[in-house]
């Protein structure tokens, strides 16, 4: 394709502008070959011509596509100019806030000026092993590729940080320095790195100073070798320095400062230390006073003096040393400030007073009148005399500042050499990576020596860097086979050779400085006539000025003032001053010069063979201009026998504004610093490059189906074929398609132009489809709404036929009605005349009947009354008759009552039933209380509803009364109305009926109402009763939810901190075991070389596991160690000794706290539900265990009568002499057979006995309590000392009687037996009880006298200073070691003791024991002697024999335990043992054996097993920590032995899941909880080395399969990339999600096959997901090309595969969906819209486990993949900003990848028996007994 015909309407170009540099612009119209002119449209609309010459035909630079805006590499651009560099390096610095860029193989770094969140350790983690093109642009990436190449090929490297001041060089070296720092491990015991990173601050405080250009810019070069080891870690470092701006310590220009290190002095000065220096602030001295600026903004120079003390002090230089430095600072301030006086023109003097000679000379150690007369006076030397001469003030001033200069250098010389000693290490340096950090281009108004040296260096830089650039653009295209031609670039070298070679200006400069008369001007005339005769292209002379030269530098033209050349050349100062300093009484200050010295005396030495010392001494000293050179010299050699690696810095504008670019200054450094240099050299090449894949992904839309083929190479050739006509515009390479210029952009321009045809095509389909189901619709709805109006219409006229004919019915009815009604008038008119005329008739009939009614009444009424009267007085008659006549009997009776009463028989017949009769009369006497309290409240309620009635009947006659002579009143005048007066009177009766039946009705409604009413308040007062009671309950359980709400906030805070504990536990005890198994190395390396210098000599480790050092003491090792190792143990026991038992205190007190809470919690929720099942719990247990201890005994009775009728035949068998067969002889084998028989027969029998007896006993309990609580038992009471004690004989045969065996007896005797030992063992409990808090109470006694002590001591260390402090805590650590040393000591002596007395009792038993046995084979063998020989076989007799019952212990011999270890643990292939036998094998083997040596009580074989077992398991991990199947399998088994130890200890707390067989399993003599702890530590170890295996595994997996691979190839494809990602041509696997999920599976698989517990798992996977989402999203944050729209929609999809998996595997509830949220929101925010505020709201809303950091970076970094997405504005950003300023989180930009959650160890009881485990033969444990 013609370049005239990219100029087409629309292109986009670029003009030059004075302001801007670069000005974009748009053609109006097409350009055709021939025109003379371009018509553009600028950005603001302007309509500008840009003339063309036609002779050269300039047409402007082309503008990239808006797609290749913002790469990552220039290279990747198509058009290679300088406006297309400028523009993407603004957009990427001010748009995206990135400050690298790469150009080919340079990293760009321009400065922010503001501090970025992209340096810390997880950033390093994150670079750390990635290729250089995978990542964005970063100073890691560049230090990481040094690192790799170095590791790789084993070729040194060198990273060459340029720039000029204020572009951030110093800053860039440091952080490729702690780089390299971190990612490399040290080799050495001290921390080498941090001895590097330590130089930085030292030589940033003596060698940098504030500058109008930077506030912290370095004032030399230096380039520092880090030096590896074979193992590629730090070995030490070596730093060499360039040209120090010495002039900088006497004078300063405005708005600057001196070097560092005198303002932090001056910040320091009231330091005790430094009050002898008599210093003040730093503008009392003239050398720190004259740029008048003596603070920097944002720096604490007091702060930064002790950063510089801080270092020294870690780079080994001593406090001697440093006050020394310091002292000849404070001596070179005091000096500036020496005040020299004019006597005359040529004669000066300084005063004998002044103050800051003094204490210049008392402080150098110096006499104060020779410094002062050498300060004023001169030696000068001749052949024959030697002269003094005094000086002008001018040059007495200029010698006092050459000789502060020079003392300053020396100074700065021996600590950049102690620098250098500190760094040094006696390990072999096998390679080095080195780090050159040197000025940049400079060119000021005044350009002197300085410029001229810095210049100078960067010429011979700037070659250097083209040859590199172009050898790699050579390699890349024989690489390729692409056929090359000579690529032509500016070569520098006659500049250079101007300036170094004979005759060249340093070598004209060298000759004049040895001239005795030599000056500037001399020199400038030299230059002049030697090098303009020359008529040298680089050099020229200015027009109006004699004493100035330039020189045509590769950046740029300079002009160099030659005035000062020479005197800076010769760097002279008054030899007689340097004498006086060297008769110094401070001796360190001679270190200063020892290098004079010895210059001094070889020079001496060559004077006296020629006899010229004077002479010879001037010309063979070195001039700075010579030095430099060689130093420069052995600097280029240096780094061309290195892999070159390019920093340059970019400093944006002059203001130090953050983000701001200016584009002049910007272009005039990317001019200096040769990046346009290297874009012209790629661009006059093949700049794009393409793999074969890149390209067909990219340009697959440009193909047709048929085109595709499946040759990738093929398909994309024939593509360029038809594409390009031009065969020279592109090449194909072996793995690569090469491009010019311009080509890629053409190429993009037609896959857009393509995309945009099909996005046209879908336009115009769905347009139409549109606009036809728009047309489908509308017709639709017209059909509609006509059917809708037809309808309206007919049912309009239904309507109206229905109306017609519903008038008619209403005129018909309405008719109907006027005539009813009439009639009805009319008829109610006669109804109501007759109704009037009969009421009249009745009342008139009423009151005639009244009349008659009352009267009767009345005659009635005085009858009774009158009937009544005569019996009254009748009644009273008759009891006065009465009373007289029983007065009379009375009296009579009186009489003989009296004679009666006087005999006291009588008196007691009469009071015989006296008693009984009182009561039967006061018991009928309250009955008939009661009666007549009844009656009277019945009649007091009769009376009340009578006078009710009484009442209401009086009511009723006065209403009558009234309504009577109403009546009469109106029959006089109404004679008309009496048939109606009668009509009412009847209904007036018919109302009285119904009024009386509703009265009644009203009665018994009101009783009924009554009883309702006292009910509901007998109710109500329940309820009332019952609703304080709720109330009381209510306000209880409100206390009790305030109780338990803070309860559980004080749980979840409680839980939160134990969190935090357990974390920073396990981190520490995984350092802490790091620590150990390094120092264990060392000691074996230690061991080794005493091993290989004494044969005979043999040192061994201790068995015990240094996993836990607070159980050093108690814990003890198996094999005995050498002194010097146990007191290096001890030393270090004490070291770790407080912060780990601090740590594991707490952790076990937030433990217990915890579980108190939980079971509070508990047991509130579940009392209630207690308290209800407890009744039916004790009536069911009872009879169950009843019923099942009768079938337990029947069962064992019946087994017991078929042993006994087996010993009965047996017994026949063996005592029949008439029987057929003989019986056996002694010690034949049937004989011993049945003596077996018999025996284990024997023993059954008696074990059933006991059992049978047992059961019995339990039974007699069990029927007490069955019958305590019913009736027939309420009398019966469960006291056995109500039962006779037998001793008569007759009873007790009468009670063996009672069965035929005497079992009842028997059971009543184990059941005293059993009680007996119940109370026994209740009173030890008791008293063991009372011992354990007798105890538990000294124990707290003691800690709270250690915690006041503690406080003491602590109040006490706070007054002391640091070092006084540290002593004062070790002293306290000490003696806290040596009580508990005392402690220990004496429970030593307690165990001893009591183990000698158990020993002696075991002897005492023993003894018995075979006593016993020899008494009873005396009593077997007698009776077998008797027996005949047998001569017949035996018959057979049918015998049960007892089966073997193993104890589920494995027995072992004292020594074979170094031997189960080996076969167990060591040489165990975990494979074949995990799909083989049962999980957890190992554990239970090592169990079974601590069983055995608990059984026999041996503590030594207990704790040599267990510390054996730990250090086996610990060596297995170290040499197999990468295998993850082992490493999984041996944390199975850890956990699972740490599980037995805690379920067979006997707790309540482990045992209540135990079968009655595992508890009778229980540890006897042994408590292990301390292993339990020792064995939770180590399993917490294996853990965190399953997680870091992992890791590893997955590290290389993650990036690939969740971002890079993309499971659908379409139009999305990737963007061209630059020359770093194409470092790797190689095509390699796919790395898919599929394959990401077959390794999670397998490491889930291999998990489950070893019995791992399944919260262990779970854990296992959150911390898996975690890693994956950590390093996806770090990844994402640190990849430009990823943040696209596309890869959103790809990540989400691979995160749900990661759901689905857990998912399947029944794991959604372990968390680990949860630490996916960060990627998930991530995703969402790619694919989110992103231009409203309404859309800012959403993001924020919905990313809430991102960060702002990581929400503001992805929006970034946000690019789009085709020209049809958009970038996300700045304002967006900036708002949502505003909208997360108020979001309290971390500043952190990534995710802790290397975080591990803390881990719990559930309890997880083994239903394993056992006694059924066996081994199997291949394990090789043959020496392994089951008992």
């Known amino acids: 394709m013609a370049t005239s015909e990219l100029y087409a309407k629309y292109a986009r170009v670029w003009l030059p502008d004075a302001e801007e540099v670069w000005k974009s612009a748009e053609l109006v119209k097409d350009y055709t070959p021939g025109d003379l002119k371009l018509s553009l449209q600028l950005d603001d609309g302007r309509e500008v011509e840009y003339k063309i010459d036609p002779r050269t035909n300039n047409l402007p630079p082309l503008r990239n596509p808006n797609i290749l805006v913002g790469e990552n590499d220039l290279t990747a651009l198509s058009y290679l100019h300088e406006p297309a560099v400028l523009h993407n390096l603004k957009v990427r610095f001010t748009d995206s806030k990135l400050i690298y860029t790469y150009c080919g193989i340079v990293l760009v770094a321009i400065n922010p000026y503001e501090s970025l969140p992209i340096y810390e350790s997880d950033i390093i983690n994150a670079y750390s092993g990635q290729n250089m093109g995978d990542m964005d642009p970063h100073i890691f990436a560049v230090a990481e590729e040094a690192y790799k190449q170095m590791a790789r090929d084993n070729r040194n490297q060198s990273i060459i940080v340029s720039g000029e001041s204020g572009a951030g060089k110093t800053v860039s070296a440091k952080y490729a320095m702690r780089y390299f720092a971190t990612v490399s491990c040290s080799s050495d015991e001290a921390s080498v790195e941090e001895r590097v990173l330590a130089s930085s601050p030292i030589m940033e405080a003596f060698g940098n100073a504030k500058t109008t250009r930077n506030d912290n810019s370095s004032r030399f070069g230096k380039y520092i070798e880090i030096g590896f080891d074979m193992k590629h870690c730090i070995t030490g470092a070596n730093m060499r320095t360039y040209l120090l701006e010495k002039s900088r310590v006497v004078f300063q220009a405005h708005n600057e400062r001196n070097y560092h290190i005198f303002y932090q002095l001056c910040a320091s000065s009231h330091l005790p230390e430094f009050k002898a220096f008599d210093l003040g602030c730093a503008d009392d001295f003239h050398c720190t006073n004259q740029g008048q600026s003596p603070v920097i903004d944002g720096v604490d120079d007091a702060k930064e003096m002790c950063n510089t003390r801080r270092a020294f002090s870690l780079l080994g ?471 809708h109006v037809r309808g309206h219409q007919a049912r309009c006229y239904v309507t109206f036929l229905r109306r017609t004919r519903a008038a008619i019915i209403i005129q018909r009815n309405v008719r109907m009605w006027v005539t009813r009604r009439c009639y009805q008038q009319k008829r109610s008119a006669a109804i109501t005349i007759q109704s009037i005329l009969r009421a009249y008739m009745a009342r008139k009939q009423y009151n005639k009947l009244m009349f008659e009614q009352k009267a009767v009444v009345i005659q009635k009424w005085v009858k009774r009354w009158l009937a009544r009267q005569r019996f009254r007085r009748t009644v009273a008659a008759i009891v006065v008759l009465q009373s007289c006549v029983r007065r009379i009997k009375a009296k009579k009776e009186l009489k003989k009552l009296k004679v009666e009463a006087r005999s006291v028989e009588r008196f007691k017949k009469l009071n015989v039933g006296m008693e009984n009769k009182i009561m039967q009369l006061q018991h009928k006497i309250n009955e008939q209380h009661k009666e007549n309290r009844e009656l009277s409240e019945r009649l007091n309620a009769v009376e009340k509803t009578q006078n009710m009635e009484r009442e209401k009947q009086s009511r009723e006659i006065e209403s009558l009364r009234r309504s009577e002579q109403e009546a009469k009143a109106k029959a006089v005048t109404v004679p008309s109305l009496l048939e109606k007066l009668s009509f009412l009177q009847h209904e007036l009766e018919n109302t009285r009926r119904e009024k009386e039946d509703l009265e009644v009705q009203t009665k018994v409604y009101k009783d009924e109402t009554q009883q309702v009413v006292a009910a509901l308040n007998m109710e109500n007062s329940l309820l009332n009763s019952e609703k304080d009671e709720l109330n009381k309950l209510i306000l209880e359980q409100a206390h009790q939810l305030t109780d338990i709400k803070t309860y559980v906030e004080n749980a979840e805070q409680l839980e939160k901190d134990l969190i935090e504990e357990r974390t920073r536990y396990q981190s520490l005890l995984s350092e802490n075991l790091h620590l150990e198994e390094r120092h264990r190395d060392l000691k074996e390396e230690m061991n080794l070389s005493i091993s290989s210098r004494k044969c005979g000599h043999k040192r061994t480790d201790s068995s015990y596991s240094s996993n836990s050092s607070e159980f050093s003491q108690s814990l003890g090792s198996t094999e005995g160690e050498d002194c010097s190792i146990q007191t290096e143990d001890e030393t270090q026991a004490t070291v770790d000794l407080p912060v780990l038992l601090k740590l594991q205190r707490r952790v076990k007190e937030l433990e217990q706290e915890k579980r108190s809470l939980r079971q509070q919690l508990d047991n509130r929720e579940d009392a209630q539900q207690e308290k209800a099942e407890e009744a039916e719990e004790q009536r069911t247990v009872g009879r169950a265990e009843l019923d099942l201890e009768t079938l337990k005994r029947q069962e064992l009775e019946a087994e017991n009568k078929r042993l006994k009728q087996d010993l009965n035949q047996l017994r026949k068998s063996l005592t029949n002499e008439n029987s057929e067969l003989a019986p056996p002889t002694p010690g034949s084998l049937p004989y011993n057979i049945l003596l077996d028989h018999l025996s284990s027969s024997n023993e059954e029998l008696e074990m059933r006995k006991e059992e049978v007896l047992l059961l019995r006993s339990h039974m007699v309990r069990q029927e007490a309590l069955k019958h305590r609580d019913s009736v027939l038992g309420e009398g019966v009471k469960l006291d056995l000392s109500e039962i006779p004690s037998f001793q008569d004989v007759d009873k007790s045969t009468s009670i063996h009687t009672m069965n035929e065996d005497g079992e009842l007896w028997l059971a009543y005797e184990g059941l005293k037996e059993t009680n007996r030992l119940l109370e026994g063992q209740m009173q030890e409990q008791e008293r063991v009880h009372n011992e354990e808090y007798r105890k538990l109470r000294e124990e707290v006694k003691k800690l709270k006298a250690d915690k006041e002590q503690q406080q003491k001591l602590l109040a006490q260390s706070l007054l002391l200073p640091e070092d006084a402090r540290i002593d004062a805590s070790l002293k306290h650590e000490i003696t806290l070691l040596t009580n508990d040393n005392l402690e220990l000591m004496k429970q030593q002596e307690q165990q001893d003791k009591t183990m000698r007395k158990l020993k002696k009792q075991l002897k005492l038993y023993m003894k018995k024991v075979e006593d016993f046995e020899a008494s009873a084979q005396q009593k077997n063998t007698a009776p077998v002697t008797s027996t005949p020989v047998m001569s017949a076989p035996v018959r057979a007799v049918n015998i049960t024999r007892k089966e073997k019952e193993y104890r589920g212990m494995l027995e072992y011999r004292k020594g074979d335990e170094s031997r189960l270890l080996k076969n167990l643990v060591a040489d165990l292939k975990t494979r074949g043992v995990a799909v083989s036998f049962i999980p957890g094998l190992p554990a239970y083997i090592i169990f079974m054996c601590v069983r055995y040596a608990d059984n026999v009580n041996d503590d030594q074989r207990v704790s040599t097993l267990l510390n054996s077992t730990i250090t086996s398991i610990k060596g297995v991990i170290k040499r197999r920590g990468k295998d993850f199947e082992a490493v999984s399998f041996w944390l199975s088994n850890t956990c699972r032995l740490m599980h037995c130890l805690k379920q067979y200890s006997g707790d309540e707390a482990f045992t209540t899941h135990n079968t009655a067989k595992q508890n009778e399993q229980c540890l006897a003599n042994f408590e292990l909880s301390e292993y339990q702890q020792v064995f939770g530590d180590l399993a917490i170890q294996i853990y965190r080395q399953l997680i870091k295996c992992m890791e590893d595994i997955l590290q290389p997996l993650i990036v690939a399969s969740m971002l890079e691979h993309e499971t659908v190839q379409g139009v999305l494809g990737s963007k061209p990339t630059g020359l770093r990602k194409r470092s790797t041509s190689f095509p390699e696997p796919a790395v898919t999600v599929e394959v990401l999920l077959q390794r999670l599976s397998l490491f889930y698989t291999t998990m489950s096959q070893h019995g791992m517990d399944l919260d262990l798992i779970k854990q296992v996977v959150k911390q898996q997901f975690y890693i994956i989402c950590a390093v996806t999203l770090n990844h994402l944050l640190l990849r430009k090309d990823m943040c696209s729209w596309s890869k959103g929609l790809q990540i989400r999809y691979n995160v749900w595969q990661l759901e689905e998996w857990l998912a399947e595997r029944e794991l959604a509830d372990c968390g680990a969906k949860e630490t996916l949220e960060p990627l998930v929101q991530a995703a969402q925010l790619l694919q989110i819209k992103k231009k409203t505020e309404a859309d800012a709201q959403t993001i924020c809303t919905m990313c809430s486990a991102l960060t702002t950091a990581q929400i503001v970076k992805v929006l970034t970094l946000y690019t789009p993949v085709i020209e049809f997405e958009e970038r996300v504005p700045t304002t967006f950003i900036t708002t949502i900003k505003s909208l997360l300023k108020d979001r309290v989180e971390s500043s952190a930009l990534m995710m802790d990848a290397k975080k591990i959650f803390s881990i719990t160890l559930p309890f997880t009881p083994s239903s394993v028996a056992l006694e059924t485990i066996q081994i199997p033969a291949s394990l090789n444990l043959g020496f392994l007994a089951r008992i």
């Not at 008054?574 to 020892?594: A, D, M, P, T, Y």
């Not at 050699?637 to 892999?643: H, I, K, R, Y």
């Open 317 to 787: 230089i001593g406090e001697s040393d440093q006050m020394a430095i310091y002292q000849i600072l404070a001596a070179i301030l005091h000096l500036s400030n020496v005040e020299v006086k004019d006597q005359s023109a040529d004669r000066c003097s300084i005063s004998a007073d002044n103050v800051h000679l003094m204490v210049f000379c008392e402080l150098m150690g110096v006499p104060c009148e020779e410094m002062a007369h050498w300060l004023c006076h001169r030696k000068l030397k001749t052949t024959t005399e030697t002269y003094v001469k005094s000086v002008s003030k001018m040059n007495a001033v200029n010698g006092r500042d050459a000789l502060a200069k020079h003392i300053y250098a020396g100074l700065f010389s021996w600590i950049v050499a102690s620098i250098n000693n500190a760094l040094k290490s006696a390990a072999k340096q096998h390679s080095f990576i080195g780090v050159l950090d040197i000025y940049g281009f400079e060119t000021f108004e005044v350009n002197s020596f300085e410029q001229f040296c810095i210049n100078y260096a960067n010429e011979k830089l700037q070659q250097q860097f083209n040859l590199h650039v172009f050898k790699l653009e050579q390699e890349e295209y024989m690489k390729e086979e692409i056929p090359w031609t000579l690529i032509d670039f500016d070569d520098n070298q006659p500049c250079i050779d101007l300036i170094e070679a004979k005759l060249g200006v340093l070598d004209l400069l060298d000759e004049e400085c040895k001239m005795p008369k030599g000056s500037d001007d001399t020199w400038a005339q030299k230059l002049y006539n030697t090098l303009l005769k020359k008529q040298n292209a680089y050099f020229d002379k200015p027009r109006l000025s004699n004493r100035a030269f330039i020189i045509l530098h590769f950046a740029d033209k300079v002009e160099y003032q030659c005035e000062g050349f020479l005197e800076k050349n010769k760097d002279t100062v008054n030899e007689e001053q340097i004498n006086v300093l060297k008769k110094s009484k401070v001796v360190w200050l001679l270190k200063l010069f020892e290098d004079d010295e010895k210059a001094t005396s070889s020079t001496n030495k060559r004077a006296s063979v020629t006899g010229r010392t004077g002479q010879t001494q001037r010309d063979n000293k070195k001039t700075v201009g010579l030095q430099f050179r060689q130093s420069l010299h052995l600097l280029m050699d240096t780094l061309n026998a290195t892999t070159p690696h390019y920093v340059r810095c970019i400093k944006p504008n002059d203001h130090k504004s953050p983000f701001i670019m200016d584009p002049v200054r910007a272009v005039q450094q990317l001019r200096a610093c040769g990046i346009l240099e290297t874009i012209r050299i790629s661009a006059a090449g093949f700049p794009s490059r393409w793999t074969y894949q890149e390209f067909f992904s990219r340009y697959r839309v440009l193909m047709m189906q048929k085109d595709v083929l499946l040759d990738r190479k093929q398909t994309c050739k024939n593509l360029l074929e038809k594409l390009i006509k031009n065969q020279d515009k592109y090449k194909f390479g072996k793995t690569k398609i090469f491009f010019r210029a311009g080509q890629v952009a053409y190429l993009e321009k037609l896959r857009s132009d393509k995309l945009r045809r099909a996005c046209v095509r879908i336009q115009k389909t769905i347009r139409c489809w549109l606009a036809r189901k728009k047309y489908l619709r509308m017709r639709e709805s017209a059909i509609t709404i006509q059917r």
